[in-house]
């Protein structure tokens, strides 16, 4: 599986950004797709995750209501709408997919996501 973020840049504070997530290859046994981000100096931080087609979505307490996940099943792209931006956001994005199935698991520990993309990165700033 090969993944590619794409949609980061620079903007102002109050301002929006959409970041996609293009996977390719062997998709078929994508179980969840997660986005993270990390700051320079900070841990990887999970933003927003969803189940293979986006049925079942969750968005951490730290971004909930500013940040939106979604999938565009003709594109098979998923993608991260950011609104309000802050300078705290600026940070590189990270799309990743999960494969193994399992019952009980923490969408938010990097260590469940077996196939991670590039990263974009997100500079808000006047």
């Given amino acids: 599986v090969q993944l590619q973020a794409s949609g980061g840049g620079a903007v102002q504070p109050g301002g929006s950004l ?20 990390q700051a320079p100096g900070k ?23 500013r940040f939106t996940v979604s999938k565009d099943n003709a594109k098979n792209t998923v993608n991260l709408q950011m609104n309000s931006l802050t300078t705290e956001d600026s940070a590189v994005y990270y799309c990743a997919i ?20 590039q990263g974009t990165l997100v500079t808000v700033s006047s």
């Fill in 43 to 65: 841990e990887r931080e999970f933003l927003a995750g969803c189940g293979w087609n986006c049925n079942i979505t969750t968005v951490a307490d730290s971004v909930k209501g």
């Fill in 98 to 117: 999960k494969e193994q199935m399992k019952i009980i698991w923490d969408w938010r520990s990097a260590l469940e996501y077996e196939h991670w993309g």
């Fill in 18 to 37: 959409r970041l996609s997530c293009a996977a390719s290859g062997r998709t078929f046994s994508t179980y969840a797709w997660g986005w993270f981000r």
